[in-house]
């Protein structure tokens, strides 16, 4: 049975979005950079009693990654979704960061995005369904965050070239911003902030968003079955 993969499935929100699609009964694939986090995010999904299968690769190896969501699909078969939520977040400067760490932030934050998609798109692309899903933020660029402004406008007009390559086929490419530092119990909940995800991927092609933004405000909240805020 297709899943979802999570990419950057650490602590926060890549976490708390495994767990949300593995409420459904999802099969879930995570990969992580390192295997203490990922085995600790498949400790956490495992509990919704649905398949998991850890995997480890830095996002910016693209060797790695691709090995990593081809191992995922042997095991459930090609996504339903895929989520990229990894991400380098520091506070840098203009000037501050060498070029090397500029390129190196810009990797993960948008080639590893693009590497994904590129390995998955086509074959979702060729089903006719699929959802591809990034996590996005800075709406407004800051210049204390000098690389993450760049990688996050990065990331919003990557998903803009994803859904012309692959949306006509019916792949549903979209973008979580979230505009906040995470945190639970706060108006940044990653548990809050996963029903997003959900909500992109499982809404009619008629009504597919390309961005989400979670503000921290209370519009920011997504209807249940019931129609209730939750």
């Known amino acids: 049975m297709p899943g979802a993969v999570v990419i950057g499935a650490g602590p926060g929100i890549g976490r708390s979005v495994a767990r949300r699609f593995a409420r459904e009964g999802l099969p879930t694939g995570l990969i992580a950079r390192t295997a203490a986090t990922v085995a600790d995010a498949a400790e956490a999904v495992s509990a919704f009693g649905a398949p998991v299968i850890a995997l480890t690769a830095d996002v910016a190896d693209e060797t790695a990654l691709r090995a990593a969501l081809d191992a995922a699909t042997d095991e459930f078969g090609l996504p339903d979704v895929v989520v990229y939520n990894a991400a380098i977040v520091q506070p840098d400067t203009p000037g501050q960061l060498s070029q090397r760490a500029h390129m190196d932030a810009w990797?993960?934050?948008?080639?590893?995005?693009?590497?994904?998609?590129?390995?998955?798109?086509?074959q979702?692309?060729?089903?006719?369904?699929?959802?591809?899903?990034i996590t996005g933020g800075m709406p407004e660029p800051k210049r204390q965050y000098v690389s993450l402004s760049l990688g996050k406008a990065g990331v919003r007009t990557l998903v803009a070239l994803l859904d012309q390559e692959y949306g006509t086929s019916?792949?549903?490419v979209a973008s979580v911003t979230v505009d906040g530092?995470?945190?639970p119990g706060t108006a940044f909940d990653p548990d809050d902030i996963a029903e997003h995800y959900w909500r992109l991927h499982s809404q009619p092609r008629?009504?597919?968003?390309?961005?989400?933004?979670?503000?921290g405000l209370a519009e920011d909240a997504v209807p249940d079955a019931d129609g209730d805020q939750g």
């Open 107 to 122: 990797a993960v934050n948008v080639v590893g995005a693009l590497t994904a998609a590129a390995h998955v798109g086509p």
């Open 124 to 133: 979702m692309a060729r089903r006719g369904s699929g959802s591809f899903i």
């Open 170 to 172: 019916g792949v549903h």
């Open 181 to 183: 530092p995470v945190a």
């Open 206 to 215: 008629d009504a597919w968003q390309q961005e989400v933004l979670h503000s």
